[in-house]
């Protein structure tokens, strides 16, 4: 890990600040609307099926809530409440969302060398959330919030962490030289 030289020059800020406000736009949705107007949004992945909830609200709460029905399945025991409204997304995936910002906010300030201790920090951050989520999955245990943020928030930041080193590696390419991403 080494310190990033010129960080405000670099493509990895442009990603950090879209999760950034991507990642508070969650908070700000339940807070802005009408107290107890959005609850038992619970549904399938891939599927709209809130669109009778989200057709009224304003922008772009609208649009978190619909991107929310379509990517998380929204099951309200699974979600955090705010202003008595539910949010967006599941606990678990907002804290997915939140640690994507903070990998990439890490990676605004330094940067990584891909190595074997890299990878095991990968393996060891993302397997926590496979185990849960699978056991979920399988009836094998009802994860709890609790739960759901401990596992979705290291698997996050590493996502953002990867993210970060994707784009340093792209960066490192000779087209994107040419059109000034670093």
Known sequence: MQPRKHPLKNAVII???GFFIWALLQFFAPLTLPPGSVSNLGGVVG?????YTTQDMSF???MMYSIGDRLCHQIPERSFFLNGNQMPFCARCTTIWVGLAVGLG???LYTFEL?????IAFILLLAPLGVDGSGQLFGLW?????LRILTGLPAGIICGVAIG???DEL????????IHLT
């Open 15 to 17: 990603f950090f600040l």
């Open 47 to 51: 599927i709209c099926d809130n669109d």
């Open 60 to 62: 772009p709460w609208n």
């Open 106 to 108: 890490f990676m605004v």
């Open 115 to 119: 190595n074997w201790k890299l990878l």
């Open 142 to 146: 009802e994860s709890t919030n609790i």
């Open 165 to 167: 080193i994707i784009i």
């Open 171 to 178: 960066g490192t390419m000779s087209f994107f030289r040419r």
